[in-house]
């Protein structure tokens, strides 16, 4: 689409930017484009207020290119000729404003010269028109940007370490070149000093125009930036500015109103202190009246959090008693506040409790001995807390510890008031411990490490997470720490990923690849560690969730997108693939919340698709991390399978170098094989960057597979030869000999769990032409090897299911939907008639029908066509017919796994893709047979690849003629696979039928 389209669709900067804002125009497209909007399309103050919240909303997300954008398109827009002064000054102060906030979490250094900009064009508004009052408003305001960037780096005291956090922090975020070339265009962290300097000035400026509602903001702030300049200045120049510090605290606090303004209140009193001056009691017991109850009427949260910690840093030294009835009166607000105010309020506690027996920070040594020295409990109690803390500032943490414990046995009232308190302190003494432990006693650090994350994670507190979980990435390099590890990620893993999104997905890969090469390196290799080890890397959360009976929900929230994607659908006329390339196919899910480029009305639908998805698997992994893993021993999978079936586990670990580790488990009636090797793969991957050299190399078979065959072969001369020499390339020589030997003992049913990419490749083909794997073996598959757990027992009401629904549609008359399907009604009635049942065809159908078929019949099968969507799993869905009651025409995998479908015992369908479901960065299962598995079905028939009509016909009615006579799922489908072979033996039409789930 064109500039000038996109403008003839966005005639206004109103509509412009809420194409920006649906996520179906990126905001640096939408600047390029405001030079095509007509005249007089400019952006009014209202508006302008509006997107500079919805820029703030995107830097809070880390949506930080986007953020800016939107900042910069709103100030070309405000420019616009014909917009009021008065419109464009106030622009310019919310830039300003944004920047500050936006600026605390990246120092972005072309942000700030953007809102210097915007700040200095305010100032010269307000003076070339004579405004003082704004002209006061407007060098406030700049005063505040040009110290706000340090607010967060205030508690350092050295300028240089201010820079270097600046450059690391912008560098991590937009990468190295990216971060360099902005500095060297717009420069780097402004210097303090000169900032502070820069800003007196403009206060003082400000403060000449007498401005009466900015009085007390003015002094304040003069009174803080003479604070810092009291910090950095040497011991000769302090004593003018405390002075001048402590009057502008005083002038400002005769100006403020405690009952309007506590936290400005209080944090003018901590000034005050901090400077050497003597606070003002009267004013400290106005601010301790009111309850907090009576604060939340009239406050907001952040307003009220930040009055909790200004009232607690003043009453740490003031008054500790009150200071802890205070910290815990506000438990419950602090819990929903940011990670540092939590931490901060944790640390005063512990500080105010030792403070009641006299002690003072940092502690003296000789406190220690005097524990016992009083015999009232909290007092005693007290000098432990102090006690432990000297002792952890003297690197003698295991004594801390046992003072920590003593406190709980001497004074459990008091330790259960500061549970989250005392809970924190000892995750630093467990931090002291670990880097003095890990090397000698590995699974004692690794149970410290399992209690820290445990912690964290219960707390939510982010960036603690991650540093445990980085540390238990370098302990998991020793096996003897990889068990203790194991039991701690059962759930303390996936609250982590449900928590920390990508990041803790990649350090829990991180973990998991460290622990593997530490247990295949170890000469023991301990069977039943090795087996959970497998099931904690490979879909841990799928199969929590589906040993739990968690199934997808319309998460809290959804409603109201839900609506509008409907709404949206109608619209634009939803034209989403009904397939999926092998390219997207092969390629990693990634469920995060980013959106995707471009900018049209497809792509906006499928920006919200996108961000429904996030939240149906938000939903699902939080309820999931209630849960531990439930994992199999050794013998429970021997139990489980039986005497005639062999597993074959194949975990895929690529690495940086190209080359790709294949590790294979077997498990046989003789006990557990574990073998591994490195191997390469021809060709490169030209597809996603995500995408694997195996990725590619999968890709290529399963194009050269479904092509027509090259003479007396049943398949093309390169697909044959590749899948000879994947069968020494992918199976370990180990797990080869260890399934020759099964065979050779009369077990003849291989049960293969793949990963990655072998999800959809096509196993039971390995071998020459003449011997394919499954000549020797029957085949079947499973997503993770933990489904081989106990599953949901059906409902007392299963009894009287219907035992085959058979459905289809054709299509003849619904060209605009999708392809024709010759032979589907046919093929549901042949099958139907197996059963002595009447099929579901055509017109009849309807999402409803085929709801309560999958809830009332214990075998269902599809043949229709569906729909796949590679960015959104959750929509993944099979075509219906649309009801008379004006019910939608197709059915989502998010719905599905709403039902309880405990009584199905097999799904087939027999003509699309959709069965295949998508596997993410973790290797769990998404999509439809997802939410199948999660609503309670045990098996699944599908295709690799579409497939003909007549081998679909012939494959499924020979399957449910043999389930019919009694034969066991694995015997039908095997018996089906033969038939079909035999009329159409090129690999193309029978060799795309698979087996997943219960076999029996």
Known sequence: MTGGEVADQHDDAQALLTAVAWGGMPADRALDLAGNLPPGAALDERAAQHWIAFASGLAGAGRWQEAFAVARLVRNLADRPGTEWTSRYATGLRIGSFAILALRILPHPQLYALAMEAAAAAIELADANSDDVRGAEARYARANLRTGVYISLQSLDDIGIRQRIWRESLAQQLGARQAEALRARYGDLPDLDTALREAEG????????????????????????????????????????????????????????????????????????????????????????????????????????????????????????????????????????????????????????????????????????????????????ARMIGAAFALTALDRPREALQMVERFERVAPVLACLHDDAIGYLRIVIAELLFLAEWQRSPA??????????????????????????????????????????????????????????????????????????????????????????????????????????????????????????????????????????????????????????????????????????????????????S?????????????????????????????????????????????????????????????????????????ELRRLVRLPADGPLPVPVEAAAILADDLTRLLPQGCLRALAQARNDGQDHLLIVPHGPLHYYPLHLLGPVSAPLCDSWKISYLPTLAALGPRRAPSIFDAGRTPMTAIGLGFADRPEIAAKLPGASLQAREIAAVFGCEPLAESAATKGRVLSALRTSRRVHLATHGRNNVTAPAFQSVYVTPGTDGSEGEIAAWEIGELDLRGLEIVTTAACETGLGRFDVLDNLRGLPASLYLAGAQSIATTLWPVGVDSSRMFFTTFYSRLRAGESRIDSFAAAQRETRSRSPEYRWWAGFTLSGSWT
């Open 627 to 699: 849960q531990a893993l439930d994992r199999l021993y050794l013998d429970e999978v021997g139990s489980t399978v039986g005497t005639r079936t062999a597993v074959l586990h194949l975990l895929t670990l690529p690495k940086s170098d190209g080359s790709t580790i294949i590790i294979g488990t077997c498990i046989t009636s003789a006990g557990i094989t574990i073998d591994g090797h490195e191997t390469s793969f021809p060709g490169a991957a030209d597809g996603p960057q995500a995408m694997s050299p195996l990725g590619a190399h999968v890709r």
């Open 444 to 625: 004692e650090a690794a149970t410290r490490l399992v209690a820290m994350l445990d912690f964290c994670t219960s707390h939510r507190l982010a960036d603690r997470t991650a540093n445990v979980m980085h540390q238990m990435s370098l302990l998991a390099s020793v096996p003897a720490a990889v068990p203790v590890l194991l039991e701690g990620l059962r759930t303390g893993g996936l609250r982590a990923v449900s928590f920390l999104g990508d990041r803790g997905a990649q350090q829990l890969i991180n973990i998991n690849n460290r622990a593997l090469a530490a247990l295949y390196n170890d000469q023991a290799k301990p069977a039943e560690v090795w087996l959970h080890l497998l099931q904690q890397v490979a879909g841990a959360r799928f199969s929590t969730a589906l040993a739990a009976g968690i199934g997808y929900r319309l998460p809290p929230g959804g409603e109201p997108l839900l609506v509008r994607l409907r709404q949206l659908a109608q619209a634009a006329g939803d034209s989403a693939s009904d397939s999926a390339s092998d390219s997207e196919l092969l390629t990693a899910y990634v469920s995060d919340e980013a959106e995707l480029p471009g900018g049209d009305a497809a792509q906006l639908l499928a920006n919200l698709r996108h961000r429904f998805d996030w939240l149906v698997n938000q939903d699902l992994g939080e309820r999931a991390a």
């Open 202 to 381: 403009d206060l003082l400026a400000a403060r000449r125009t007498g401005h009466p509602g900015l009085a007390a903001a003015i002094e304040s702030r003069l009174a803080e930036v003479l604070l810092w300049r009291f910090r950095l200045t040497d011991q000769a120049g302090q004593p003018e500015l405390r002075t001048r510090c402590a009057r502008h605290a005083r002038a400002a606090l005769a100006a403020t109103d405690i009952a309007e303004d506590p936290a400005g209140a209080a944090l003018l009193l901590n000034t005050l202190a901090a400077c050497g001056a003597d606070p003002d009691a009267s004013a400290l017991e106005s601010l301790l009246r009111p309850s907090l109850d009576e604060r939340s009427n009239r406050l907001a949260r952040d307003e009220l959090i930040s009055l909790i910690q200004q009232l607690a840093n003043l009453l740490l030294e003031a008054g500790p008693a009150r200071g802890l009835a205070l910290l815990h009166e506000a438990k419950s607000i602090l819990a929903a506040g940011p990670e540092s105010v939590r931490l901060s309020c944790w640390m005063k506690e512990l500080l105010m409790i030792a403070a009641l027996a006299g002690a003072r920070y940092p502690f003296a040594e000789d406190l220690i001995p005097a524990v016992d020295a009083d015999a009232d409990a909290r007092l005693r109690g």
